[in-house]
């Protein structure tokens, strides 16, 4: 091949970006792949959990916990028994595991928060130990990033402000609330995660969840900290791996 004819090559390719494209291509194989993993471990979880669904029609909207999410924190109320639970964003995932935690005579407090009454109103005819607790968002919450935005507007004198956490769920404020919706855990669960808590954060696929992941690290001595997916996992210490397989 003529030296011409290489020069004119070389231009094509840089003129419409192969290597972009070899990038993007390479990237969608990756996407699928980690689509087609997601997929059949959520199959998976879904077969652990079956027998704790509840009776009937199983709700599962685009705010639910991923199955496989629910397998971890099961795992970790199975082999480290917490005596005390805080959930924010009540749904599927606090009735499968009210299921578990009475299936297993777990002695646990279970606390699930949410803004939306009607909607704990309907979970609530399938739970067995939970106290459900509703709190109304309020604006320039203290709790909230900064204490501009808004969270749950809890009393000052509620009693769930003198009970500290072996393990947190975080699923709530919905992301659309307004900026870092979610901060307002971080500051609650300040001085209020017991020496052998773990916390659970999900939708950390987004920024806003990526920052307050970084924010939780910095606020405390995890001794390890993991992402699977969507969700990651942040524990005071390291005895036992949890994750599901």
Known sequence: MGSFVKRLIKFRDNLIGLDKVDFYVN???ESKSEFNLFR????KAIEFLRPYFPKGYVVNTVYSLSFQTIQHIANDIIINRPKSIVEFGSGISTVILSNIIAENEIDTK??????NKEWQRLIALDLKNVSLIHFDISEENEY???GKGKWYGIPKDHDLLNINFDLAIIDGPSGS???YSRYGSLNFLKFRLNSNGII???DVDRNEDVFLL???EKS???????TFGKYSRMAMTNEIYTAPS
Do not use: Q
Not at 220 to 226: K, Q
């Open 110 to 115: 279970f606390f699930s928060i949410d803004n």
């Open 220 to 226: 405390f001595d995890f001794a390890l900290v993991e």
């Open 40 to 43: 059949f471990r959520e199959l």
């Open 214 to 216: 970084k924010e939780f």
């Open 177 to 179: 609330l307004c900026k």
């Open 27 to 29: 990237r969608r194989i």
């Open 200 to 202: 659970f954060l999900d």
């Open 144 to 146: 909230s990033y900064n």
